[in-house]
């Protein structure tokens, strides 16, 4: 079965991208702090910080 109308990212309900905004910024400290600190674990924060960002710019 198909549906008749695709569904869009425009019309799902959604949050604020203000909020989004915050949380990648938070990310992003995190994601540096864990560079410089602990190195071989930056990559743990990076999926946070890159899921952030996109749903901030709406893509998601």
Request: hydrophobic share 60%; aromatic share 20%.
């Amino acid at each position: 079965m198909t549906s008749k109308k695709a569904v869009s990212a425009e019309s799902q309900p959604h949050t604020s991208r203000r909020n989004y905004w915050i949380f990648f910024l938070i990310s992003l400290v995190v994601f540096i702090l864990m560079l410089i600190f602990m190195n071989q674990w930056f990559w743990v924060a990076m999926p946070f910080m890159l899921t952030f960002l996109v749903m901030a710019l709406g893509y998601m």
